[in-house]
């Protein structure tokens, strides 16, 4: 094997971390050289938290289906909650419940989240509030929150970052009145959270409770209503 295929193969197995992280990945490899210094086991450990902190920052390449009116999970986790809900009065959505699929994330999940679908950012909406298990019902309307509502050719569909129990920083890549493509990139939520999806109504979620969840890849409704073949993008 040539060494530019050794170079490719030991490329492709190593997951991309974003920026984001890198600054949280150098103070933890820092305090463990310390730790290291003061006794030996301490710094074992830190070396583990270290490890665990570029896993948490992980953003591995994605391939999105790309067929008209597919809505794919803004978040990689598990689907904790899947009913009608009024969405946040910032999101300018009404106030009538709308179908909503909530994707919980664990620590040891992808934190980036991606564009449900393709579309405008209509509106950009930030809330301050509690740090709640993000896992629980009332997170929605209580925690800390980032809504972006995305204006497609088959409706508005709204995307929600709430901190959760260990989360305290919400980040948002995109801004009002820029194009995303399903599956892009457009935030991020460090150490433990949630992302709400607001569907219009009318539409019926392809996705039950219980169900692993990947952002930019897993398929949780279709408001085509259509069979056809999916191409896909690779990002």
Not at 66 to 75: F, I, K, N, Q, T
Not at 82 to 89: E, I, L, M, S
Not at 105 to 133: C, E, S
């Amino acid at each position: 094997m040539a060494l530019d295929d050794v170079t490719k193969s030991i490329r492709s197995a190593i997951v991309p971390i974003h920026p984001e992280g890198r600054i949280f990945i150098a103070a933890f490899a820092v305090v463990a050289f310390i730790l290291f210094l003061i006794w030996q086991p301490l710094g074992w450990i830190g070396t583990g938290l270290t490890v665990w902190c570029a896993l948490f920052f992980r953003d591995p390449v994605r391939v999105t289906p790309m067929r008209e009116g597919l809505v794919v999970s803004g978040a990689d986790g598990v689907v904790c909650d899947v009913k009608a809900a009024v969405p946040p009065p910032e999101l300018g959505l009404g106030a009538e419940p709308l179908p909503r699929v909530a994707v919980f994330m664990n620590v040891f999940d992808v934190h980036v989240n991606r564009a449900p679908i393709g579309g405008r950012v209509a509106r950009i909406a930030y809330t301050a509030g509690k740090f709640l298990n993000a896992d629980l019902d009332k997170a929605s309307e209580d925690n800390e929150r980032n809504g972006i509502v995305i204006e497609s050719a088959y409706g508005k569909v709204g995307a929600v970052q709430i901190a959760g129990l260990v989360a305290r920083r919400i980040v948002c890549f995109t801004r009002e009145q820029e194009t995303l493509a399903a599956g892009q990139r457009f935030g991020m939520i460090r150490f433990g959270s949630r992302v709400d999806h607001y569907l219009p109504a009318g539409t019926e979620p392809l996705v039950g409770v219980g169900q692993r969840a990947v952002a930019g890849e897993t398929v949780i409704a279709d408001l085509a209503r259509r069979d056809d073949i999916r191409a896909f993008r690779k990002d």
